[in-house]
């Protein structure tokens, strides 16, 4: 009878931690769309000339590109200043670019070519110079027509250009090439002699604008400067007539250092929000360059940071395109993805190239963000889910140091398949493993410190 009393007792306290403690999973809500995903990729501008003279260029154009690599759909490149002069340095400069160019269109199908100026021509501009200055409204033609040929040039070649843009970081006078807009002299520019020019001779390319080094705004009374979000909202603001469906809102996601700024401040971290306005208009929004420059990390631990940002940029503020700046450079800090040597012999591949590749691998273009359901999980689990098609797409970040156990399911299709699995820890990239279909949904085994993409089929 004690026998019987002690396993009733013992199975009422079982069923009550069930209870209290549902089955973890991650349930897919494939019929809730979030945003279309234009793309991912990388910028060479200002650094084609290094990676052009790397005597194994074509195999790491290949690790940005190529099918064995991330498989990018988007190249940023730079309107050159001095694109249309014929001095030595300049052709170098120009050959460099249009070869990587060519070579990520024609070998590796690259979907978007993009282009940023970062300076006008120096005696189109109030002090003569690349640096600093702004463009002189007398020019303001000239400057639109400027665009256009670059861009024809570039077709005459069969190179199309998806987008271009007239300024990078316009709110910010670099010591490098720079010109200094204000969103009044922007949107004037944009309304009254870009958008006219690219409608009449170059249909269908699109006007990146934004582009400043802050994505938005920190929420603190002694900074001021202008984020992305406002340049962007002020020219929307001043401009209701603009025609959305050439622009794309865009910004640069670096962090910034407060105390730089004022002395004695703590630094404080940028908001990863939505641009509500431009995503109001019909506009898609970008990142169009983001990386640090702090010391050299190429271990898990920052590729780790990284997928966290991937992840926000993509869940928070819910960007259509997501651009690193660096694809491959000679640095000894983190801007770029691959570190080339400085021996133009070798090359490392950095964490963060693995971790961005989990994103950028199996999120094909023309996907959409759809909803996920966390259930019993750690809090600092990140998942986020695309599908297109029959297809999708879930990428899932560990930064703790548990494995993880879980299921995932689908609630509103039916899963079909194998479900394969992709792995990113310290010791291996993209490790694939097979998960048949069991019950309803996939049993899920999540290392510690990963990245994890899952790629599946419903009917």
Not at 332 to 354: P, Q
Request: with cysteine.
């Amino acid at each position: 009878m004690m026998k019987h009393i002690f396993l009733l007792c013992l199975t009422l306290l079982f069923t009550l931690q069930i209870q209290g403690n549902p089955p973890s999973k991650i349930l897919l809500h494939i019929q809730k769309k979030g945003q279309i995903i234009d793309g991912f990729g990388i910028a060479q501008a200002g650094w084609a000339d290094e990676l052009y003279l790397h005597h194994k260029r074509t195999e790491v154009m290949d690790k940005l590109f190529g099918d064995e690599g991330l498989r990018l759909s988007i190249m940023r490149g730079e309107v050159f200043p001095q694109w249309a002069t014929d001095s030595t340095d300049d052709h170098a400069k120009r050959r460099a670019q249009l070869w990587l160019t060519r070579y990520a269109k024609g070998v590796c199908n690259v979907d978007k070519l993009i282009f940023s100026t970062w300076s006008p021509p120096a005696y189109m501009k109030s002090n003569a110079n690349v640096s600093h200055g702004y463009l002189k409204q007398e020019y303001y033609q000239a400057f639109a027509d400027y665009l256009v040929a670059f861009c024809k040039a570039y077709e005459e070649a069969g190179l199309k250009l998806y987008a271009i843009s007239p300024s990078n970081e316009p709110g910010y006078e670099a010591p490098w090439n720079s010109c200094k807009w204000t969103p009044q002299q922007m949107g004037t520019f944009l309304a009254d002699y870009l958008e006219p020019a690219m409608k009449k001779y170059c249909p269908g390319v699109r006007i990146i604008y934004g582009e400043n080094p802050s994505w938005s705004n920190p929420d603190h009374p002694k900074l001021q400067f202008l984020s992305s979000q406002k340049f962007v909202e002020e020219i929307i603001d001043a401009h209701p007539a603009m025609d959305s469906n050439m622009y794309i809102a865009s910004g640069h996601g670096y962090e910034i250092p407060l105390s730089q700024y004022i002395p004695g401040e703590k630094d404080v971290e940028v908001p990863v929000i939505p641009y509500q306005k431009a995503m109001g208009r019909g506009q898609h929004v970008w990142v169009t360059e983001i990386s640090s420059v702090d010391p050299l990390d190429s271990g898990m631990d920052n590729g780790l940071k990284w997928a966290t940002l991937f992840h926000r940029y993509l869940t928070d503020a819910q960007v259509n395109g997501f651009v690193w700046w660096g694809g491959a450079m000679p640095t000894s800090n983190n801007e770029s993805l691959i570190v080339l040597d400085k021996d133009k012999e070798n090359y490392t591949l950095t964490k963060r190239y693995a971790t961005f590749g989990n994103y950028t691998r199996y999120i094909s273009v023309g996907s959409y963000r759809v909803e996920n359901e966390l259930v019993s999980l750690p809090e600092e689990l990140m998942v986020s889910s695309f599908c297109q098609g029959k297809q999708y797409t879930s990428v899932i970040v560990n930064p703790t140091n548990k494995e993880i156990r879980c299921r995932l399911q689908i609630e509103d299709a039916e899963q079909t398949g194998v479900l394969m699995q992709y792995t990113t820890t310290a010791s291996q990239d993209w490790k694939q493993t097979e998960i048949k279909h069991k019950g309803k949904g996939y049993s899920l085994l999540i290392p510690p410190c990963s990245v994890t993409s899952l790629v599946g089929l419903i009917k």
